[in-house]
């Protein structure tokens, strides 16, 4: 942070220690926006010529707005980056704007890039047991493959994030027909555990040659330390290359597929929100694959005519 002054490094930091207190902001998401923002921050040092402190922060006006952006696409950002980027920069302009007493409308009225958001790609039904089934061929050590097969399950059976299953520790031993899983923002949710995820974690665990107790993670890595995503990631992308599935074949392609399916076998959309612990409607029908007629369907039966 060396073209940061030290009033704009503390600011910086006083905000996201209130992101990660108040708003349980994740520590992933909380050092992205220490990146967007140092970024942002050392532009405008670089722009104005001068190490910029609060105050010449709170005179950034539209010019400076568009020349950060157009920086930014210069050297290769894409829409999706910049608009994030960007989501940043205003969250942190809104928050100092109120401590500091300033009118951030520059900031906060330049307006995203447009970009084409991708639609989730999940897997079909008898692709998605496939990937359960191979996924447990990938090692030649009983514990490790019974791993990873809970693991997947979990994600298929239950709709977790690879990151909620890898976060439970051993005091969800055995898995109880319930888990309360804490998801994006801290926010909580029930998650009904199917049987067939419940016996794959009991044999996981029996096989396990670490000891879980319950501060310990439940999944362990091959040297008994917390298991990590990026194992999941590459035991799943040799299963998809033995299958001849497509790169979207990933963990969080379990999710989609999770919901997909819920949805087709007559699921109600709401509910299906809640086991996902989306804020938001829109965001659970854009993890969903179904054609329109069926989810004018489910709409039809979820919100009936009076």
């Known amino acids: 942070m060396s073209l940061i002054s030290p009033a704009c490094r503390d600011a910086l930091q006083l905000w996201l220690d209130t992101q990660r207190a108040l708003a349980g902001r994740a520590e992933n998401t909380i050092t992205a926006y220490r990146t967007d923002v140092v970024e942002f921050m050392s532009f405008m040092t670089l722009h104005f010529g001068a190490t910029q402190g609060l105050a010449p922060l709170a005179r950034i006006g539209v010019p400076d707005m568009r020349a950060w952006m157009a920086q930014m696409r210069a050297d290769g950002i894409g829409a999706r980056s910049l608009a994030r980027k960007l989501s940043a920069v205003k969250s942190f302009y809104r928050w100092l704007a109120e401590r500091e007493g300033f009118e951030p409308t520059a900031v906060l009225s330049t307006r995203a890039p447009k970009f084409q958001r991708k639609l989730p790609r999940p897997l079909a039904e008898d692709a998605a047991r496939a990937m359960i089934d191979t996924v447990e061929l990938q090692s030649s050590k009983p514990w490790i493959a019974a791993r990873d ?27 109880p027909a319930t888990l309360r899983i804490r998801g994006k923002g801290g926010k909580e949710r029930l998650v009904p555990v199917i049987p067939v995820a419940r016996a794959a974690v009991d044999t996981y665990l029996r096989l396990c040659p670490w000891p879980v107790e319950p501060e310990t993670p439940l999944f362990r890595g091959a040297r008994g330390g917390p298991l990590n995503a990026r194992s999941i990631q590459a035991v799943m992308a040799k299963a998809r290359m033995q299958l001849g599935l497509p790169a979207t074949a990933t963990p969080h392609a379990m999710r989609h597929s999770f919901a997909t399916h819920l949805l087709e076998a007559g699921g109600d959309l709401r509910a299906i929100q809640e086991l996902l612990g989306h804020a938001s409607l829109s965001t659970t029908q854009a993890y969903t694959a179904v054609d329109t007629a069926h989810l004018m369907d489910v709409y039809n039966r979820s919100h009936p005519k009076a």
């Open 149 to 175: 097969m809970a693991v997947v399950t979990l994600l298929y059976g239950c709709g977790l994030r690879i990151s909620e299953a890898l976060s439970l520790t051993g005091r969800a031993a055995p898995l």
